[in-house]
């Protein structure tokens, strides 16, 4: 079990880390970018006129001050079916306090992400899928994936080899470099969730995970001398 759980751990981490790189490499600065010729592109911007109708609840809130914009966009978007509503996550910044109920603001998209509220006064508000928050989040959740999948699937080739892969036994746990990278990634993930989503709360949380997972392989390590 810790071989497949941990197996399919690493392919999700795989593919997180892939989506957050691709999303590192795409531009801070999206304001300046071509339209697109057709709507959601790639590497082009698409705009969509919209009426915030409520704020709604976001968890960790109350931390991260992080606000949650329930919109109407009567065009249409990805992922919008029907009379689906579009959820904003917007996290502090200058000009946010414009944000009420009943406000027409034009929604600016990148790809098929809405990355941008750009208010009646001009001001542009980034969302949570603006490139330079959508990256740091998926780069920290398959740092994690992938890190604790390699620590399940080294423990279960280890007692594999050594008890029978067939057989029930209790995982030989060691801490290595996956529970290392799964710790830097968890809180990572974590930091950014609970106190905004800009680059430097996570980064905090990620080094601080990386000290503690150092830390513990090396007392681990010291103990298996002793």
């Known amino acids: 079990m810790w071989l497949l759980v941990g197996t399919l751990s690493v392919l999700i981490g795989m593919v997180l880390g892939l989506v957050g790189l691709g ?19 790639e590497d082009c911007l698409t705009e969509r006129e919209a009426i915030l109708l409520d704020q709604g609840y976001k968890r960790q809130s109350w931390l991260s001050r992080e606000q949650r914009w329930i919109a109407d966009v009567p065009e249409g978007a990805p992922y919008l079916q029907g009379d689906e509503k579009l959820e904003l ?3 502090r910044q200058p000009g946010r306090d414009q944000l009420a109920e009943g406000v027409r603001v034009v929604l600016v998209y990148y790809e098929k992400r809405a990355a941008l509220v750009r208010l009646p006064a001009g001001l542009e508000l980034e969302t949570s899928d603006h490139p330079r928050r959508y990256a740091p989040m998926h780069g920290y959740l398959g740092l994690f994936a992938l890190g604790g999948g390699a620590f399940a699937v080294a423990a279960a080739w280890r007692t594999g080899r050594r008890r029978g892969f067939w057989r029930k036994a209790p995982g030989e746990v060691r801490v290595g470099a996956g529970l290392v990278l799964a710790l830097a990634g968890m809180l990572g993930a974590l930091a950014q969730t609970l106190f905004g989503s800009a680059r430097w709360t996570g980064l905090v949380g990620a080094a601080l995970g990386l ?14 001398k002793g």
């Open 23 to 41: 999303a590192a490499l795409e531009p801070d600065e999206i304001s300046g970018l071509p339209a697109c010729e057709t709507d959601f592109g």
């Open 89 to 91: 996550d917007i996290a």
């Open 211 to 224: 000290a503690l997972g150092v830390w513990a392989a090396k007392r681990a390590r010291s103990r298996g």
